[in-house]
């Protein structure tokens, strides 16, 4: 049988340092390779009928290990969420320290948990940061604008600054697994995206006057902002009991003219769901 510690990590995070038997090692092996054994399709033998020894000169270790790591890790770590009430909100890292034929394994787990929220004074914050518009002509809900004002911009101006001030104001803090998985992803699509236009990353980088060290505390800051914010909404929406009903999401389907459309968007009510609810929760923030 397995065995773990957990060790609190700064920011949210969480690491598990697991220890499992070279017996059970041995017998998820056997699995692994059956397994892939079973889908195993070599000339001259039906998919799943191959040989042993036919099946051992074409499933190479690696391709053993990762049917080991997928089923065997998955099911561990699984195992441990529920058992400790864990709160993981995205892939673990894996490491696998010690892997060695014979002897028991020891990996690595890094996970990301969902941050505690303190919204503090946030209101009041929201109440000032209002006032202060209403001060600085920017229109607010309740007053009467000017007849070549855009309500639209000011609006949106209010609103920035009134996420200003309570992310300034709110105790947040996110994991550096999850920013640096996004900071990973933003740097991919930027190779991807200069590539195509026939650019190095160095002679983009020159072009914009940046360093890469520049580029990756900007992208930093921004995705550590843009988390913050997700999860300050999301907050203020339990706390606020911000829901969205099903009378919400028809009114927003019914506007879809296209049927497939319609029928796909309703199949992924969740996700519209959750905008809607931010939505209302920046509604709500405005009326304060």
Avoid: C
Wanted: aromatic share 6%; glycine share 2%.
């Amino acid at each position: 049988m397995y065995s773990y510690k957990l060790k609190k990590l700064p920011k949210n995070s969480l690491e598990i340092n697991l220890t499992i038997p070279a017996a059970d090692i041995k017998k998820e092996k056997e699995g692994a390779f059956s397994r892939l054994q079973q889908e195993l399709t070599v000339e001259g033998f039906r998919k799943g009928k191959v040989p042993l020894p036919i099946a051992q000169k074409h499933l190479s270790p690696e391709a053993v290990l990762q049917e080991m790591i997928k089923v065997l890790l998955t099911r561990i770590y699984e195992e441990i969420i529920k058992k400790d009430s864990l709160r993981p909100i995205i892939n673990p890292k894996v490491e696998l320290v010690k892997v060695q034929d014979g002897q028991d394994w020891e990996v690595k787990l890094t996970l990301a948990e969902k941050p505690v929220v303190e919204l503090k004074e946030y209101k009041k914050v929201v109440k000032e940061t209002i006032v202060e518009g209403k001060k600085a002509d920017i229109w607010v809900p309740g007053k009467d604008k000017p007849a070549d004002k855009k309500p639209e911009q000011d609006r949106s101006k209010l609103m920035n600054l009134i996420l200003e001030a309570v992310l300034k104001e709110v105790k947040v803090e996110v994991s550096d697994l999850i920013i640096n998985e996004e900071l990973d992803l933003r740097l991919s699509r930027l190779v991807d995206d200069v590539e195509k236009i026939g650019l190095t990353t160095d002679a983009y980088l020159k072009s914009k006057n940046l360093t890469m060290d520049q580029l990756k505390t900007t992208y930093r800051r921004e995705i550590e902002d843009t988390y913050k914010l997700e999860f300050v909404l999301s907050e203020i929406a339990d706390k606020e009991n911000i829901k969205v009903e099903k009378e919400d999401l028809d009114k927003l389907f019914v506007n879809i003219k296209d049927e497939k459309e319609r029928k796909a968007a309703a199949e992924n009510s969740y996700y519209y769901a959750s905008i809607l609810r931010k939505q209302k929760t920046l509604d709500f923030l405005l009326t304060l």
